[in-house]
């Protein structure tokens, strides 16, 4: 095993300046949801209206996500991400004009909040796209933990910066200056000079690109393992933003600089568990075995955050959050990235997100509406409750698989038969057809491979999937996979990786014969035949059998 420092990642120049501006953004951002929560606090007479932020800040990310995910697979990331950080900045300045006007009110905090969530749900998958390609693949497990530290060092000053200067310049200069710090990150963006990979074949449309992404979801068992792992964390561990700041504010009765403080605290915990404790833990335990660890400490902190009343206490329960959280996020992540292919990695880290926030948005108006209708301490105990539930029921859905997964391209060229006529691309559908020769007792191998291969072409562009067994020859089975276009099947060989290249090998392998089974492609011809509108046939009384056609009479109708 290699082991690289945690900020290795810096010795690339163009990292490091992304790094460093979007520490001071994210220093800033934090500092900004500190002060948005407070002038929410002094506005809305119902702790809900606290608890409901933290769900319209996620709902974004359910809502837009995906199509965002297909968009920085199609577009020019760089360009995308110039634009998105524009957008942020229009958000949080509009929102220090509003207040400087005074027209502030508990929706228009609301209506901002989800607008500038709308602005990162657009962000968030083309950056994490874009990682790769500013560092080495060496540099890689370096760039991923850097981005979670980035956040909890922006969340150790911002919310202390925020509590400092909320009294003393007011909220709405927080607002301003956090939209001056996003014309940052689009400067160093701006800086980074790449040269932009160009596709053998042409690019799917957006609608495709999004039907692509929920194809592959569906035919990914080992994606939708870590898709419920990440739900279910989610759902449970949304309980921490949407009670922690009711619980400092209405039950702890805290000041601005101490309810900063309760969310430097949090972070604090975070980075110590990215950089200390996370690869300690990780290098002597299995994934799946580190995330148990860390949700029964998320329990267990949910208990106590319950019964402890005393301001310090809480300070230090919520470093343990932060800790737990990060411990189960961080592992779920390197899961995450490990089950998707390269050329759909943005759209599967947007539905990875997509699906996140969608349960930590559903969990905020949960956890909010039980702490109006109970009190903060009863929804704390419901969520240790519903954490060690969903972690029982969790158990079997483990994700150690995910360390043996080989995602590396296969060298496929030069594949395809010789053709008589090569269509356009987006012309179809096409067809491709196989006959295979498997002895009796290689049949039951045969079969299971066969499941494999029919997840991996569907994942990859086929809409259709047939294995027929000839009941006239026992040995004898023909595979139809049918594509919507022809570039659907060019674009399916591009993505194909070495693992499942050698589950259809090995497939192959078991025909009988001194060759492999010949490929027939054939192009659909339906709407050619749809051009006669009737057509007479009359069946030939020498016809034996219904599907003997070589002696029917067909008869066309005259131009």
């Known amino acids: 095993?290699?082991?690289?420092?945690?900020?290795?990642?810096?010795?690339?120049?163009?990292?490091?300046?992304?790094?460093?501006?979007?520490?001071?953004?994210?220093?800033?951002?934090?500092?900004h949801d500190t002060a948005a929560m407070w002038t929410m606090n002094m506005l809305a007479p119902s702790p809900f209206f606290l608890s409901l932020m933290a769900t319209v800040a996620s709902l974004p990310f359910f809502l837009f996500t995906l199509p965002a995910g297909a968009l920085a697979d199609l577009l020019d990331r760089k360009k995308l991400l110039c634009l998105?950080?524009?957008?942020?900045?229009?958000?949080?300045?509009?929102?220090?004009?509003?207040?400087?006007?005074?027209?502030?009110?508990?929706?228009?905090?609301l209506a901002c909040v989800f607008l500038i969530g709308v602005g990162f749900a657009f962000s968030a998958p083309a950056f994490a796209s874009i990682v790769p390609q500013v560092v080495s693949d060496a540099e890689l497990p370096s760039a991923v933990i850097l981005g979670g530290v980035q956040l909890n060092i922006s969340g150790?000053?911002?919310?202390?910066?925020?509590?400092?200067?909320?009294?003393?310049?007011?909220?709405?200069?927080v607002f301003a200056a956090n939209g001056a710090c996003f014309l940052l990150v689009i400067l160093a963006l701006l800086q980074w000079e790449r040269r932009p990979a160009q596709p053998r074949v042409p690019l799917e449309s957006f609608y495709d690109s999004f039907v692509t992404a929920i194809r592959y979801v569906r035919y990914a068992?080992?994606?939708?393992?870590?898709?419920?792992?990440?739900?279910l964390l989610a759902l449970c561990i949304s309980a921490i933003p949407a009670l922690m700041a009711v619980a400092g504010l209405r039950a702890l009765h805290l000041s601005p600089s101490s309810l900063g403080l309760l969310f430097t605290s949090m972070?604090?915990?975070?980075?110590?568990?990215?950089?200390?404790?996370?690869?300690?833990?990780?290098?002597?335990?299995?994934?799946n075995m580190l995330i148990t660890i860390a949700n029964l400490l998320i329990v267990l902190i949910y208990v106590l955050m319950a019964v402890v009343q005393q301001t310090a206490l809480f300070l230090f329960m919520a470093a343990f959050a932060g800790a737990g959280w990060t411990l189960s996020a961080c592992e779920l992540w390197v899961a995450a990235q490990r089950v998707m292919p390269a050329w759909a990695r943005g759209r599967m880290n947007a539905t990875i997100i997509m699906f996140s926030q969608g349960?930590?948005?559903?969990?905020?108006?949960?956890?909010?509406?039980?702490?109006?209708?109970?009190?903060?301490?009863?929804?704390?105990?419901?969520?240790?409750?519903?954490?060690?539930?969903?972690?029982?029921?969790?158990?079997?859905?483990?994700?150690?698989?995910?360390?043996?997964?080989?995602?590396?391209?296969?060298?496929?060229?030069?594949?395809?038969?010789?053709?008589?006529?090569?269509?356009?691309?987006?012309e179809g559908p096409v067809s491709i057809a196989l006959e295979f020769r498997i002895v009796s007792a290689l049949r039951q191998e045969f079969v299971?491979?066969?499941?494999?291969?029919?997840?991996?072409?569907?994942?990859?562009?086929?809409?259709?999937?047939?294995?027929?067994?000839?009941l006239t020859h026992s040995d004898t089975f023909r595979l139809e996979v049918t594509?919507?276009?022809?570039?659907?099947?060019?674009?399916?060989?591009?993505?194909?990786?070495?693992?499942?290249?050698?589950?259809?090998?090995?497939?192959?392998?078991?025909?009988?014969?001194?060759?492999?089974?010949?490929?027939?492609?054939?192009?659909?011809?339906?709407?050619?035949?749809?051009?006669?509108?009737?057509?007479d046939i009359q069946p030939s009384p020498l016809a034996t059998s219904p599907f003997n056609l070589g002696t029917q009479k067909i008869r066309l109708p005259r131009s």
């Open 267 to 287: 972070s604090a915990g975070s980075v110590i568990a990215a950089v200390v404790i996370f690869p300690w833990l990780r290098a002597r335990y299995s994934p």
């Open 156 to 173: 150790i000053i911002g919310p202390t910066l925020g509590g400092l200067l909320i009294p003393w310049l007011g909220p709405n200069f």
């Open 221 to 231: 068992p080992g994606l939708q393992i870590v898709l419920a792992r990440n739900a």
């Open 84 to 109: 998105m950080n524009l957008w942020l900045a229009t958000g949080a300045v509009g929102l220090a004009v509003v207040g400087w006007l005074h027209l502030l009110n508990p929706y228009v905090i």
């Open 483 to 535: 594509f919507p276009s022809w570039n659907e099947r060019l674009l399916q060989l591009e993505r194909m990786t070495q693992a499942e290249k050698k589950v259809l090998e090995k497939a192959w392998s078991l025909h009988r014969g001194t060759s492999p089974p010949e490929e027939r492609i054939y192009f659909s011809m339906n709407k050619e035949v749809r051009m006669y509108r009737k057509c």
């Open 359 to 426: 349960a930590m948005a559903l969990g905020g108006v949960i956890w909010g509406a039980t702490a109006a209708a109970v009190g903060v301490r009863y929804a704390f105990l419901a969520a240790a409750a519903l954490r060690l539930i969903s972690l029982i029921l969790a158990w079997p859905l483990s994700i150690n698989f995910t360390r043996a997964l080989n995602f590396d391209p296969a060298t496929v060229a030069n594949v395809l038969p010789k053709l008589t006529y090569t269509p356009q691309p987006d």
């Open 448 to 470: 299971s491979l066969m499941r494999e291969a029919r997840l991996i072409f569907l994942r990859n562009g086929a809409h259709n999937w047939r294995l027929h067994e000839d």
């Open 1 to 31: 095993m290699i082991h690289t420092s945690t900020w290795t990642a810096l010795r690339s120049p163009v990292f490091k300046r992304l790094w460093i501006a979007n520490v001071i953004s994210g220093t800033w951002v934090s500092a």
